[in-house]
């Protein structure tokens, strides 16, 4: 049998080759067992996202756990990861599970496990689960209805219940009277059914079932969304951006002349409208490939700031635990007090169209109040597939700081939380790190200026393929 091995955000792996119907009912066994061993709820929710077989594998899921004992609240239509999540909270059950694989690439699809708090599992449950994986194929012989009809199996609206929470939550009226009109671009995932319920006239893009998503990886980095930007540029200043990725926890967005308002510049909005405007504590939590702005900010608003390995269970944990105002992470994945503790791009850019209708100010006006405190800057990152050896002689190259200058770049200070981070001065840095999700080594770089941000990149680039 395949050995399954969890990454930063649960399993992934290809459809057809590793992920199989024989292994999902692997991995639900090994959740069931943990759930009937140490959760007070014997019961679980269970969502899935557009990708391919989303639906046959979700209900190979349930028969597992039904077989195990276990009740199941199940999606009957796909849903993202924070709808999930927020079901965990609502029906009080042990786990939940999503079946995505969130922004990779179509071919892949992915198990993720979600805790009764309503986000991501604690790395201790995850490798708890883990560990209970057989070894041996798992077979249950009785059919979905027969459960249906004992009851064990429930099928809920994880959408409508959301979208509810949304209207509870966001002064929509505002938004919706407002001089904001956006663009959204669910850029074929599971979010595509929300903003059309609850936003006045929105232009759509991509928000239509395609598993394949015309080729493009559903994550929302400027690369992939260029059609939205054009869109926006067309209309010269007159739309704002949103994009979400494939199970829609993840954010991205485009300000009102098309240029890319990246994951660095929401958290650090997020941190500015929540704690300035709205009068909100508790301390920022980042992983460590979040910009060094962050920093800088909360240092001007004393507010304290923590950060962890990438991977957003750990931020999770934190804010389970601890007051937590904004948790984020680089790949757009940021969570805010007041909801549940997930990632959640709809929310994420609700808060911040809130924003803009309540002061009347444009995307470009409220990224200018930022910078007005900490400076104007640029990222980027590169991702490189490589040859396993390369990529491991990379990292041994790292470990054993055999790097002493990439080019005209001599760092003054590394820290390596989890992966390498190279400060090149106060305002520039650069990182190495490979993908806990693909099969790939990960450079991202913050200078002043997008060319310094490029020639960084570029001499790293070729440092490290000498």
Not at 305 to 315: A, D, Q, S
Not at 435 to 449: D, I, K, M, N, Q
Request: aromatic share 10%.
């Amino acid at each position: 049998m395949d050995k399954i091995k969890f990454g930063t955000d649960g399993w992934r792996a290809i459809i057809a080759q590793e992920y199989t119907v024989t292994n999902v009912a692997r991995i639900s066994k090994a959740t069931a067992d943990w759930i009937n061993k140490n959760a007070a709820s014997k019961s679980v929710v269970i969502g899935y996202d557009c990708r391919f077989g989303g639906l046959l594998f979700s209900e190979t899921a349930a028969k597992v756990f039904c077989a195990n004992g276990i009740k199941v609240f199940l999606s009957k239509n796909f849903s993202s990861t924070p709808m999930v999540s927020l079901g965990c909270v609502q029906y009080k059950v042990g786990l939940g599970v999503v079946i995505t694989a969130s922004h990779n690439p179509p071919s892949y699809n992915g198990f993720k496990l979600k805790g009764n708090h309503g986000g991501p599992s604690s790395p201790d449950v995850i490798q708890q689960v883990e560990d209970l994986i057989p070894d041996t194929t798992v077979e249950v012989k009785e059919s979905l209805e027969s459960y249906l009809e004992k009851g064990l199996i429930e099928y809920v609206n994880l959408e409508g219940n959301y979208i509810e929470e949304v209207k509870k939550n966001f002064d929509l009226k505002a938004i919706n009277e407002s001089e904001i009109h956006l663009a959204y671009d669910a850029m074929y995932g599971a979010g595509q059914n929300v903003i059309r319920q609850i936003l006045t006239a929105p232009l759509l893009l991509h928000c239509d079932y395609n598993p394949s998503f015309k080729g493009t990886p559903p994550e929302p980095l400027d690369r992939n969304l260029q059609e939205l930007a054009r869109t926006i540029k067309s209309a010269k200043g007159k739309l704002t951006g949103l994009a979400t990725d494939g199970d829609a926890d993840r954010i991205g967005m485009y300000d009102e002349d098309g240029n890319f308002v990246d994951a660095h510049h929401i958290i650090l909005l997020l941190i500015h409208y929540l704690s300035q405007y709205k009068k909100m504590t508790g301390k920022v939590v980042i992983a460590f490939s979040v910009s060094e702005k962050v920093r800088k900010l909360c240092a001007k608003y004393n507010i304290p700031v923590e950060v962890t390995k990438i991977g957003f269970k750990y931020i999770s944990e934190k804010m389970v635990h601890e007051d937590v105002l904004v948790g984020g992470e680089e790949s757009g994945g940021i969570a805010v007090k007041g909801h549940i503790p997930e990632r959640d791009g709809i929310w994420d850019g609700l808060v911040l169209l809130e924003f803009m209708a309540k002061t009347g100010k444009t995307m470009k006006q409220i990224i200018q109040e930022v910078y007005d405190v900490v400076g104007a800057f640029y990222f980027d990152r590169l991702d490189l597939h490589l040859e396993e050896s390369l990529k491991q002689q990379i990292i041994k190259n790292c470990l054993e700081k055999k790097y002493t200058a990439f080019g005209k770049y001599k760092p003054v200070r590394t820290e390596d939380i989890d992966g390498f981070k190279y400060h090149l001065s106060d305002n520039e840095w650069f990182m190495i790190r490979p993908s806990g999700t693909e099969p790939l080594l990960r450079v991202y770089a913050e200078a002043p200026t997008q060319h310094g941000v490029n020639e960084i990149l570029e001499t790293v680039k070729g440092v490290l393929l000498g």
